[in-house]
């Protein structure tokens, strides 16, 4: 999780302006250590063999992202995805009410070539009640407690 591609990657993202991290609840110890407490299981069923534990964070992106928009990030943030391969393979991402790039799960690729192609991004809707997964990933991150209800 902490080896020198991911730094490097996550050192160009920031001189790009993008934000992989949204305190307190959702720092880069807090995401891969929640990630890492739900496994294979927290990815949604057909890319769970994909999911590694030394890149917790492979695969977590739309569930990431569907809790910082529901839960954490401010009135006027965007969800987007974007096409990575060309061929329907999908990120999520987040841009906040003044614009800015949120990336909470940039730390799943390989190196600063897999940073994605932000401007491609198309807004995305999640449904109207969060998820099953959101609900647990939410509580493994603190954001939840056992019962659903908000710790803010």
Aim: with cysteine; hydrophobic share 35%.
């Amino acid at each position: 999780m902490n080896d020198i591609a991911t730094k490097q990657l996550l050192d160009a993202a920031h001189s790009l302006g993008i934000i992989t991290e949204w305190p307190p609840y959702l720092t880069r110890e807090k995401i891969n250590d929640a990630c890492l407490a739900y496994g294979a299981e927290g990815v949604i069923w057909y890319l769970r063999r994909e999911w590694r534990p030394d890149k917790p964070t492979i695969n977590y992106c739309w569930v990431i992202s569907e809790i910082a928009l529901r839960l954490i990030m401010p009135p006027g943030t965007k969800c987007f995805r974007v096409d990575v391969t060309g061929k329907g393979r999908y990120h999520w991402f987040l841009r906040d009410p003044k614009g800015r790039i949120v990336d909470l799960t940039l730390d799943q690729a390989e190196g600063w070539w897999e940073i994605p192609k932000y401007s491609d991004g198309k807004v995305y809707h999640f449904k109207p009640a969060i998820s099953d997964r959101g609900k647990k990933l939410a509580q493994f991150l603190g954001i939840l407690d056992e019962k659903g209800k908000g710790r803010r």
